[in-house]
């Protein structure tokens, strides 16, 4: 069986980053409420356990605990932050209300060594972190023994090696600790032993292997349909489950006529021609723009788009007929269950998910072969897969499409010439080398006309907006400060080529308090 390590979260804004470096030492681990039942602890089976940070104090009456069960599993705990921090309180250590926090970038003192630190942090040397923490250890629980101290923290990091428990107070699992990814594959390969197999060719086979169990084997089996979007996600999951079941998946392309330039071609050629893949095309450009037509709104907007795609998806899935699976490429993120700092409920500023009735309104049965991958994994296993790799690194690219990069009506007119400007923007940006250093980068046109001046004419055309974001999840972003000539090749390359666009100009608002797109 494969290694696996459980991460108890306890609320921190990080607790992904933890599976991830965790994933990048070869380990596969999952992350669950720190209010999982013991039972489900049992049967994980788990090779170590991390307890992750959080925002609460231990010093609080009812501040959240660690399910005792942990420490008697005789597996390696660590603890991060909030995790050793009440790992010291529940194991018999002190920790108090300190009034000074500390956060961001310090350096830690190594005291003496540690399995974790090994072939990093000799004794005597000093090591840059990421502290985030308010309270304080002060008195260690049996058995343990100092490890490395900061200005505040005397106690930062601390060690028992008998019952192979460790705890930092620092972020090994942020970039701002340099050292972090390390420190955690000693945990991962040095304390707990994990052998480090987990590989995307590990997991294509361990994945094809549970679509068929799920599915059923040969000929017999059920039938799968899958919507491909032109996005990363449905192209790999498609490309997973033909490998496992071939022609028993159909794929259902709904070109929404909406997709940025040469891309409805590309997933053509892609499945059909290169991966054989049998592949419903409907061409549905000028239905979804009837719907459209007039609408302002930007929630009417993906409301339509959603709708409709809903309804030509469904009809062509009777088409095939004795459809008994739907497949969908959702991705862990949208798994985790998360530990909600604040527990009330959030407000909706978008609705992403567009074809979330789907699979109720069918009576189909899912199957989500990507649930365990982060999004970096499901690149990397679209290369794996043979996918090529421009088509793989693509940016994220919205559901409903243009239309949200059209604020105001949706009209051909109007995506025609988006399409176009779009596409010379991204061509910069590729031809600078930018791409990859990009979470995403797209054009926007404005509902508004502005005067110029084209050679000896007035000219009286659109505005269009470019914007470029920097992201690890999209959740939080920042423009991108791109040097001034490669912004200015890209403008003078869009007011020239592209009929209808007299001015172009360069969106620098972070999210938040903006969004990435603009509607
Ligand atoms: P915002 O604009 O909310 O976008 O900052 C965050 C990320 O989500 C994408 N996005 C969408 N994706 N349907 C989608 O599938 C939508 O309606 C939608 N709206 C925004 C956006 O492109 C970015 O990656």
């Given at each position: 069986?494969?290694?696996?390590?459980?991460?108890?979260?306890?609320?921190?804004?990080?607790?992904?980053?933890?599976?991830?470096?965790?994933?990048?030492?070869?380990?596969y681990c999952e992350i669950h409420p720190y209010t999982i039942a013991d039972e489900r602890i049992i049967s994980f089976a788990p090779?170590?356990?991390?307890?992750?940070?959080?925002?609460?104090?231990?010093?609080?009456?009812?501040?959240?605990?660690?399910?005792?069960?942990?420490?008697?599993?005789?597996?390696?705990?660590?603890?991060?932050?909030?995790?050793?921090?009440?790992?010291?309180?529940?194991?018999?250590?002190?920790?108090t209300l300190c009034d000074h926090h500390e956060f961001g970038r310090a350096v830690i003192d190594v005291l003496d060594d540690c399995p974790l630190f090994d072939g990093l942090w000799p004794k005597g040397s000093h090591a840059p972190v990421w502290m985030s923490h308010g309270d304080r250890i002060d008195a260690l629980p049996p058995g343990f023994r100092a490890v490395a101290a900061s200005d505040a923290a005397p106690l930062a990091a601390i060690a028992d090696d008998a019952r192979r428990f460790y705890g930092v107070v620092f972020h090994p699992e942020v970039a701002h600790t340099p050292q972090g990814g390390a420190l955690l594959r000693n945990f991962t390969h040095r304390v707990a032993g994990c052998r480090g197999d987990w590989t995307m060719a590990a997991f294509r086979a361990q994945a094809t292997a549970r679509i068929r169990d799920q599915v059923g084997h040969g000929p017999g089996g059920g039938r799968v349909v899958c919507g491909l979007s032109g996005g990363v996600d449905s192209a790999v999951a498609a490309s997973l489950i033909h490998e496992a079941i071939g022609d028993r998946l159909t794929c259902i392309f709904v070109d929404t006529g909406l997709l940025r330039e040469g891309e409805a071609d590309e997933v053509v050629r892609l499945f059909r021609g290169h991966h054989n893949i049998a592949l419903v095309h409907r061409d549905t450009g000028a239905l979804f723009l009837a719907k459209l037509a007039g609408v302002t709104d930007p929630e009417e907007k993906r409301k339509i788009i959603g709708a409709t795609f809903i309804d030509v998806f469904e009809e062509e899935a009777h088409k095939i007929g004795g459809v008994e699976f739907l497949a969908q490429g959702t991705l862990y993120p949208?798994?985790?269950?998360?530990?909600?700092?604040?527990?009330?409920?959030?407000?909706?500023?978008?609705?992403?998910?567009?074809?979330?009735?789907?699979?109720?309104?069918?009576?189909?049965?899912?199957?989500?072969?990507?649930?365990?991958?982060?999004?970096?994994?499901?690149?990397?296993l679209g290369r794996e897969l043979g996918l090529p790799a421009q088509f793989v690194e693509r940016h994220p690219f919205p559901g409903p499409g243009l239309a949200i990069r059209i604020p105001g009506a949706v009209t051909a007119e109007k995506l025609a010439i988006l399409r176009r400007a779009d596409a010379i923007f991204l061509d910069e940006i590729r031809k600078a080398g930018l791409y990859n250093d990009i979470w995403q980068a797209f054009a926007v046109l404005l509902p508004v006309k502005s005067v110029g001046v084209m050679g000896d004419a007035r000219s009286y055309d659109f505005v269009c907006a470019l914007r470029a974001v920097t992201s690890t999840d999209g959740m939080t972003a920042d423009y991108y400060p791109f040097p001034h000539d490669i912004l200015g090749r890209a403008a003078t390359r869009i007011i020239n080529e592209v009929r209808g666009i007299n001015r172009v100009v360069y969106d620098i608002t972070s999210k938040p308090p903006g969004t990435i797109e603009w509607e």
């Open positions: 069986m494969t290694d696996r390590i459980l991460i108890l979260d306890f609320g921190s804004q990080v607790t992904q980053l933890i599976a991830r470096r965790v994933r990048e030492t070869g380990v090779r170590a356990v991390i307890l992750s940070g959080g925002p609460a104090s231990t010093t609080a009456a009812l501040s959240p605990r660690a399910p005792d069960i942990v420490f008697r599993l005789g597996v390696p705990v660590l603890g991060i932050c909030y995790g050793v921090q009440t790992m010291c309180a529940q194991l018999g250590g002190r920790v949208d798994v985790i269950e998360s530990v909600s700092a604040t527990g009330g409920p959030s407000v909706t500023i978008k609705s992403h998910h567009n074809v979330g009735g789907l699979p109720a309104r069918m009576k189909l049965k899912l199957v989500e072969p990507l649930r365990e991958l982060f999004k970096d994994e499901v690149r990397e």
